[in-house]
């Protein structure tokens, strides 16, 4: 969730001030990161003429370590008396304290917060202004340049329109650094031209090599542009609705004759049919922000040539009332990052990200600091052991959580999936499960570096992005390896010559109450006989937009449909040639009736989590699951904080002892149900099922189940480590989205196990031939 909004959007003074201003505005700072804003002020002037005062510089990167020779961008942010923060790193003075091992430039409009290393060491690179210093650890190693990695691996474009590369520095000790913005990029034919930046645009259709050279090595990858035509624009977030004061990302996604999709955010011309309610803008760095003026309800265009998609921008008069920071009261290993999120809940019940658009502190930047440069925004990095509170501000309203940095030093690296064949040309998602020494498990997939044993047959990538994500070159098997701090875990990808013969969209028939949404995945069925989810490579459509609009812009958004109207359409997944069968949604005009909140009357430990599921009933008896769609609250978050971020709504954690009222509230319906938090030990952790026996090539998912003292028990199923005795017979994965789920590989037994603060449980699984 790294904010997509400006750093500079977070401060009390959008209290809307004049509508020419925010316009200037749009058009001068391009709503992005650095410069200065009408919003922020580029003194950090304050709110009704009251001059706010810079408090505090932050350097970002915070102790970063780079191979000698290479360079790395540092940026300076000041946070101001009034919660403000502004992108300083232009204005600042730079130093670094031992320029022998890496210098840092100074020179205005050049090369300033740019350090370059000339040996191995450590020193510190210093920003100051105002008055006010900030600074953080550079160290520089000897390691040597190994390769030039660039992402995406062979993509295709459609003639006119761009994509963006990224160049990945591979060191001898096996780190890496992005080096996009250092490399010398080429194109080898005049298909396309790419930018010094690494933004290639499609001249006409053909084919073409992107390269990227970086201290005397080269990476490259094929990139194709087609003759395909652009058919039509989707525009998402659809029907969204923000508060008075606040911006909004949107993302234009252009569907072509060829059934392919590609971003166009940044290529469409955008527009609001009513700019005095919300402008949006058509600037470098803040395409598609719209940032709301007044309530009401406007349309935004994205238009390409004529061809022309749009959605509708609801602004409400609603007040914020809170922020949310989650994790709740994570502990995580010193030297390791945690992305933190703020979801503002406001006085009309709704919920929004506001992760890029709030201001980040640290109450102990000795043990941890907290990003509030753009592109980074609430992204903590551990130093040392201890504890910091971090907080996220807006206005007068903050929401804080407590960080933990505990001595945990990892022991194993895991890679999902372990074993896997899929079809030449897919592409493939690996994850990397850090296993550290106090059975802590956390998600490195991003912090390791990836490589293939095979490039040739398998490629992966290591760019902001790309990270773990596979591509099937051709027939072969590929060694995929995670490393991180002088450790290393793999996995097996073997890629086969299958091609696709149809695709099956589930559910195939399903009713949903006007308002509410529907998730669908596309199941590829290959010639081979193999299936396999190809859910994020197709092109989703409904039949009628006035019923409902289906999303192809990527991530947990693709394929969920959303209910515009009452009537019936037809939902289709097309790669290629190929198109799925038609799957029916209805859209009812049913209303809420009641919210049903499970599990009902909880207990918990203190510390530990409890996932609650929001079911709603509505008039026509008809339930729908409507825990993502529902906004939460906790009567007392001193006691119990809960969850409204997309990726884990609904998420309760026991901060202190006593109980709190948790309730789930749609429009005007609301559901509850009370969490105790107690004081618990626990005892024992339950594997189940018991002693399955499942066949090869099948998978099981095992819960853990935790006992505690005073008789309460709860579902650890993601809080244990989880490993097999035998990883040839059957893997178990540690992935939060697939934790303790078992593939089978091979006949034979295999011992399953779940393990937390030194309790193990355990069953037997079989798989049959």
Known sequence: MKGIFSNQVGRSGLLLLLLVSVVVCLAGCGGGGGGTDSGTGGTGSGTGGTAATLISISVSPT???????????????????DNTVQDLTADASWVSTTPSVATVGDLAGVNKGLASALAAGTTTITATYGGKTGSTLLMVTAATLTTVEVSPTNPSIANGTSRQFRAVAIFSD??????????????????????????????????????????????????????????????????????????????????????????????????????????????????????????????????????????????????????????????????????????????????????????????????????????????????????????????????????????ATIVTIEVDPFDLNIPRGSSQQFTAAGIYSDDTVIDITAEVTWSSSAASVATVGNGTGANGIATAIAPGTATITASYQGIAGSATLTVTSPTLKSIAVTPVTSSIALGTSQQYNAIGTYSDNSTRDISDSVTWSSTSLAVAVISNAGGDTNGLAISTAVGSTTVHATAGSIVSNGATLTVTSATLQSIVVTPSNATIG???????????????????????????????????????????????????????????????????????????????????????????????QFTATGSFTGGITQDFTKLVKWTSSNKNIAFVSNGY?????????????????????????????????
């Open 174 to 407: 096996t780190s890496k650094q992005d080096v996009t913005a250092y490399a010398a990029w080429s194109s080898s034919t005049p298909s396309a031209t790419i930018t010094s930046a690494g933004l290639a645009t499609g001249v006409s259709s053909g084919t073409t090599t992107i390269s990227a050279s970086y201290g005397g090595l080269s990476g490259a990858t094929t990139l194709v542009v087609t003759a395909a035509t652009l058919v039509s624009i989707e525009v998402t977030p659809i029907n969204a609705s923000i508060a008075v004061g606040l911006p909004r990302q949107f993302t234009a996604i252009g569907i072509y004759t060829d059934n392919t999709t590609q971003n166009l955010t940044q290529s469409v011309t955008w527009s609001s049919v009513n700019s005095a309610i919300a402008v949006i803008s058509n600037a470098q760095g803040s395409y598609g922000l719209a940032r709301s003026l007044t309530a009401g309800t406007t349309t935004i265009r994205a238009t390409s040539g004529n061809v022309q998609g749009s959605t509708s921008l609801t602004v409400t008069s609603a007040t914020l009332l809170g922020l949310d920071v989650t994790p709740a009261i994570p502990s995580i290993p010193a030297g390791l990052q945690q992305q933190f999120s703020a979801t503002g809940t406001f006085s009309d019940s709704t919920t929004k990200d506001m992760t890029s658009e709030v201001t980040w502190t640290s109450t102990d930047a000795g043990v941890s600091t907290v990003s509030n440069a753009t592109g980074s925004k609430g992204l903590a990095a551990t130093l040392i052991q201890g504890t910091a509170t971090i907080t996220a501000t807006f206005g007068m309203i903050s929401g804080s959580t407590l960080l933990t940095v505990i001595p």
């Open 63 to 81: 102790s970063p370590t780079i191979a000698n020779g290479t360079s790395q961008k540092f940026d300076a942010t000041g946070i101001f008396s």
């Open 606 to 700: 203190r510390k530990f989590s409890q996932q609650f599921t929001a079911t709603g009933i509505f008039s026509d008896t008809s339930v729908q699951v409507l825990t993502k769609q529902v906004t939460w609250s906790s009567s007392n978050t001193a006691v119990v904080v809960i969850s409204n971020a997309s990726n884990s709504s609904g998420l309760a954690t026991g901060v202190s002892l006593g109980s709190s009222t948790i309730t789930a509230r749609f429009g005007a319906i609301t559901g509850s149900t009370t969490l105790t938090v107690i004081n618990a030990t626990l005892q024992a952790i339950v594997v189940t099922p018991v002693n399955p026996s499942i066949s090869v090539n099948s998978k099981q």
């Open 737 to 769: 989205s697939k934790r303790g789920l078992a593939t089978a590989a091979r006949a034979g037994t295999t011992t399953i196990s779940a393990t937390k603060s030194g309790i193990v449980g355990n069953t037997l699984l079989t798989v049959t031939p």
